[in-house]
């Protein structure tokens, strides 16, 4: 299996409008394959400004609140491509697209590192930041998993959270738990 690393992917259409969304870059020898499932506007973005840029940010609010509707994070330009950079990255890498592998399901796009930059430490790893991207997974995946597997899921991913998680954690996870609780109503669960 490849590597993927998860992160926070901004792209631009060609009237200069920023999109932003988290999406896990897999490294495949010296390139970067961004693959979104149709339909995307990171992929409608892709073909109209062939660039990417991958902002590296351990402020979980970002990957729980793009799914939930709160996509205004502060960004600032990019320094080598078209395109822009969470003020909250750690680090961020700059991506151009060089090949388009296509699919009817999910194209893939190769992409060269063009710039990476580091901006500040990085924090060390945190059991409820991985909770709380996992939990943000399956909440993008909730119209196609099976409702067991998305309750087993959570029970255990809120062990980190109750044991690990700081401020931004925590309601991270309560923006993913709105979305949750309102998904078991549609289905008719009262829990
Ligand atoms: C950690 C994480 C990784 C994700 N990776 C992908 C991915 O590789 N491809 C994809 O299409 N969606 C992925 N998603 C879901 C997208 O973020 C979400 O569906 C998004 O809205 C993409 O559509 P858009 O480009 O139209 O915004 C991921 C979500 C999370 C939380």
Known sequence: MPRIVETI????????????APLGLIEEGDVWVIAPFRPSRTLDNLRQVPFAVASHTEDVRVFAG?????????MRPAEKVTGVVLDSAVSHWELAVDGVSEDELRPRFSCQMVHTVSHRPW????RAQAAVLECAVLVSRLHMLPPEKVEAELKYLEIAISKTAGQREEEAWGWLMERIVAWRAQRGQTF
């Open 9 to 20: 992917v901004t792209t631009m259409n060609a009237t200069g409008e920023a999109h932003i």
């Open 66 to 74: 793009c799914l939930t509707g709160r996509k205004t994070w502060p």
């Open 123 to 126: 924090g060390g790893f945190n």
